[in-house]
């Protein structure tokens, strides 16, 4: 019989063996799958394999039409992907059907910017000509984000998106507001609104945030009118006056009135021979504020006794009515509280219960109107300083100093607002009971994180009335008439109805294209004057309400609302998640979601709030562009996404390193599988070797794990549990351990089936959980497993493994446990006595122990150095040692030039003169025909 020489003995090695890209090229390889994805309609495929399951309904909010996706939009969408690809894998049916928002006034900026930049004004064209100009605006840009999301391996119905500019949606938001004129809920009112100076309209609370503000802080004097001795008798013929405090002076020429607690004591004290009047409690504030040294308290009395009173205006022929309200705190100020009826909510609410003027002497552009005295035409924030200089010259003012507090901001521009009484529509809160009702629907609905229950609660607490007019002209006009004789408004659920209609051949530029006659119903008269003459309500609305009714886009495809879930950014508790909860309630009579899930905002490496004047923006498309959309999609899965979080080069280079240990785990697992057919070839549990018993129950917990987590919508920990599984279970002890058996064992036998078994096992399980986060790469992996697409054509058409409790040996675990820990102890030992590395099969193992893991040690003996990677151990009772004792040494015998392993019987088969017995036996066994 002849020898095998050295060289031939490669032959006879099962090394890794597929063409599984070491590499994935993700940037290339990407859009060459998108494209495959979006040729064969892989969305329409994986809803064809879920028909009759359970619809489980994620409704898109949609997004701004007016750019380039940014890291926000992009985190909001793959987020939305995962919750929509793992419950496909669960055995829902997930529709996706992507949204956007499309009216509003950032379009209609950004096209008086084009319309600046083309020397043309805005005021030269027609409202219709606007609007054109905007839809035009928004379709170009709808177009270009649909492609990026599409590109961030994002799977929906991108040809079927709803559009709130879409004839079918505008005249659903036109029918949703006859539907609150129906609950008789909508009113038009002339009262206090927030209002944007800059984008010159009324803002809802929705569209407005607060900020840290420097305002000019003032305390001001309003001599008594009446006999002080109304109040207290010690105050006879004393000079008194109320002291009030504001940090908008603006609001100064506005003040009808001061208002007091009944419940409250107040002192009057003198200081230099006059007389003032300050809240008890906030005395000794006031006094440090003001620079009293010893104020004498003269009287005190309760608030009662200063209702209906009056102070003379400091600069204006005017009284000050004196008021009762329990809005008036002692949170800070002086406990009497400056009162401007057109300039403030609670002053709006106390002026009505004393019959004052809804005044308000400032107009759109935020300025003085002209019958102001002594600030006529002066813009109101610039005015500040010219009234705190009246006051000095009507030895009015007691303190002026800078204050910094949270200052309401336009949501759109960031400039501050104020509060100006104008004529608007409104929704009641309190009409159709819609607060106590939103406050009930809440704590009915699973919010994510909990806290969003108190925060959405507190939102509706307090809140007042929702101010849905804006003026502005892109958008879906408030449908109302007014009669051109009387001026009586016309304002009906019929018309309304009616003209949806016209909207819904025409879209809403109907109300600009055509003369009033052609848009109203034969008949229609002004119900006070019977006039038939009207002309047209030219506001829009609130575009929150166009959002707001998004979900009756669910219902007009056929399914049902409430949907499961809204997901989206942390600021739509005042938003999306807000109006949508208004309107479903009107509407419908529930919440129009069941779970609401916030994230938070994507932030800079310092933590900084990204910001392209700062220079610290990082755009999704340039990420794909570098690393690929995989990439992107793996570092959304990595972070606590109810958190804002960090993105930077440096953390996309820890994700890429995350991804690269995936990847080279699936393709090692894959090359084991050369030759392997699951059909055929898979052993069954029972009758597989132990260790691979033990990878397939570690790969069952995984399952558990992170289908759990799937379920919580927790993916970091999901994307935790995956890595963690490639990291350790698979890579650091399963494959390591296994390479000896794998490589030199015959390709068919029994060793080896029994291991290719349980890689395919883990592989599959790993591609498929693993599918909703990294979905290129799952899919390619899927493309490469054994008879994978006799299961499907792509991996998204699959569903994910069930956790299977008989696949799962409990003791063993529990056994295996206990030989990792002292692999590891071992491995410590062997890279201190220099056999660390490669070089641990030139070493032979002593473990000294007694007792129970002496028995344990001696039961897996003839494996151990299997587990360790050395070439000998050995087991030895040693009663003195009172924990596990590992001795290193060089191994006794020869090298075998197959499986490196020294042994005392290489050559025991003269056939094979330079490999050992074991070796010799598997070629025989093996590669005999060879």
């Known amino acids: 019989m002849s020898t095998q020489a050295p060289s031939e003995l490669k032959s006879t090695v099962n090394l890794p063996d597929n063409n599984f890209p070491q590499k994935g090229n993700l940037v290339q390889a990407e859009p060459t799958r998108l494209e495959k994805w979006l040729k064969t309609d892989l969305y329409k495929e994986i809803r064809k394999a879920r028909i009759g399951k359970t619809i489980y309904n994620l409704h898109d909010g949609p997004p701004y039409a007016n750019g380039k996706i940014h890291m926000g939009t992009a985190l909001n969408k793959i987020l939305k992907d995962f919750v929509v690809k793992s419950r496909a894998m669960m055995g829902y049916d997930t529709p996706y059907i992507p949204g956007y928002d499309c009216h509003g006034l950032p379009i209609e900026k950004k096209v008086e910017e084009e319309l600046e930049k083309a020397k043309l004004k805005k005021q030269d064209l027609s409202a219709l000509e606007i609007r054109k100009r905007c839809r035009a605006f928004a379709e170009r840009h709808i177009l270009e984000m649909n492609k990026d999301f599409s590109r961030l391996g994002v799977l929906g119905e991108w040809d079927n998106t709803y ?79 109320a002291i009030i405090w504001t940090t908008t002076p603006w609001t100064l020429p506005a003040n009808l009135g001061i208002s007091f607690n009944a419940n409250f004591d107040y002192s009057a004290v003198e200081v230099d021979g006059e007389v003032y009047i300050v809240a008890s409690e906030m005395l000794k504030a006031v006094s440090e504020k003001i620079g009293w040294q010893e104020p004498a308290v003269i009287a005190q009395f309760k608030g009662t006794k200063l209702d209906k ?30 009162t401007a009826p057109g300039h403030g909510h609670d002053d709006y609410i106390i002026g009505k219960q004393y019959g004052l003027e809804v005044y308000c002497p400032v107009d759109s552009r935020g300025k003085f109107k002209s019958d102001v005295e002594h600030f006529a035409e002066k813009r109101v924030f610039n005015a500040n300083k010219e009234i705190i200089e009246h006051l000095k010259e009507k030895n009015a003012l007691l303190k002026h100093e800078d204050y910094e507090h949270e200052y309401p901001h336009c949501w759109r521009c960031s400039n501050p607002v104020i509060f100006r009484a104008t004529p608007q529509w409104f929704i009641s809160m309190d009409k159709t009971d819609l607060r106590r009702r939103a406050l009930n629907a809440i704590s009915t609905i699973q919010w994510k994180p909990t806290w969003g229950d108190e925060r959405m609660h507190n939102m509706f607490a307090d809140r007042i009335d929702w101010c849905i007019s804006r003026q502005r002209t892109w958008g879906v006009p408030i449908t109302a008439l007014y009669c051109q004789d009387c001026d009586t408004e016309l304002i009906s659920a019929d018309l309304i109805d009616y003209v949806a209609d016209i909207f819904e051949k025409e879209s809403a530029d109907a109300w600009y294209a055509h003369p009033v006659e052609e848009l109203i119903p034969t008949g229609t008269k002004c119900e006070k004057c019977q006039s038939t003459n009207f002309r047209k309500e030219m506001d829009i609305m609130d575009v929150w309400l166009d959002s707001g009714v998004s979900w009756m886009t669910m219902e007009r495809n056929g399914y049902q609302v409430p949907v499961d879930i809204y997901l989206e950014g942390s600021d739509q508790y005042r938003g999306w998640f807000n109006s949508s909860l208004v309107c479903g309630l009107e509407i ?343």
């Open 163 to 241: 559009q709130t500019m879409s004839n079918q949606y505008e005249a659903d938001t036109l029918r949703a507001l006859g539907q609150f004129i129906r609950k008789g809920s909508v009113y038009r009112g002339f009262k206090p609104v927030h209002w944007c100076i800059n984008c010159q309209t009324a803002l809802a609370e929705a569209e407005v945030t607060r900020k840290k503000h420097v305002s000019p802080s003032v305390y001001v004097k309003f001599e008594l009118k009446n006999d002080p001795s109304q109040i207290d008798e010690r105050l006879v013929g004393k000079k008194v006056s």
């Open 309 to 338: 009173l009056s102070a003379q205006h400091p600069f204006i022929n005017r009284e000050s009515l004196f008021m009762l309200g329990d809005h008036v705190t002692l949170e800070a100020g002086t406990g009497c509280v400056h």
């Open 588 to 930: 419908k009579g529930v919440s129009p979601y069941k779970i609401c899930i916030t994230h938070g905002y994507v932030l800079d490496k310092e933590k900084e709030k990204m910001s392209k004047s700062v220079g610290n923006v990082i755009e999704p498309g340039k990420i794909m562009q570098q690393h690929g959309a995989d990439i992107l999609r793996l570092w959304a899965a990595s972070i606590d996404y109810t958190e804002d979080m960090a993105i930077s080069d440096e953390i996309l280079k820890r994700v890429s390193e995350s991804y690269r240990k995936i990847r080279n785990t699936a393709k090692y697992a894959l090359g084991n599988l050369a030759g392997f057919s699951p059909s055929t070839d898979q052993v069954a549990f029972k009758d597989m070797m132990e260790i691979d018993r033990w990878a397939v129950s570690v790969t069952q917990e995984l399952i558990k794990k992170v289908r759990k987590a799937y379920d919580e919508y927790e993916f970091h920990v999901a994307y935790r549990e995956l890595l963690g599984f490639c990291s350790l279970e698979l890579s650091t002890l399963y494959f390591d351990i296994l390479k000896d058996r794998l490589y030199t064992y015959p390709p068919k036998s029994f060793e080896r089936r029994s291991a290719q078994s349980a890689i395919y096992i883990a592989i599959r399980t790993l591609a498929l959980l693993s599918a909703p986060l990294i979905a290129f790469t799952a899919d390619e992996i899927w493309e490469f497993l054994p008879e994978a697409n006799k299961e499907a054509s792509s991996i998204h058409i699959a569903e994910f493994p069930s956790y299977n409790s008989s696949l799962v040996e409990t003791d063993l675990l529990t056994r295996w446990e206990k030989l990792f820990a002292v692999r590891s102890v071992v491995k410590k030992a062997l890279e201190e006595a220099g056999f660390g590395g490669g070089s641990s099969l030139k070493a032979k193992v002593y473990l000294h122990s007694k007792g129970e893991e002496l028995e344990f040690l001696r039961t897996y003996e003839s494996e151990l150095h299997f587990i360790f990677i050395t070439s000998q151990v050995e087991v030895l009772m040693d009663e003195s040692a009172e924990e596990l004792k590992v001795k290193i040494e060089a191994a006794t015998g020869q090298k075998c030039e197959r499986c490196w392993h020294f042994t005392d019987n290489i050559g025991a088969n003269p056939s094979y003169p330079t490999v050992c017995k074991r070796c010799a036996q598997n070629i025989i066994t093996g590669w005999s025909n060879q």
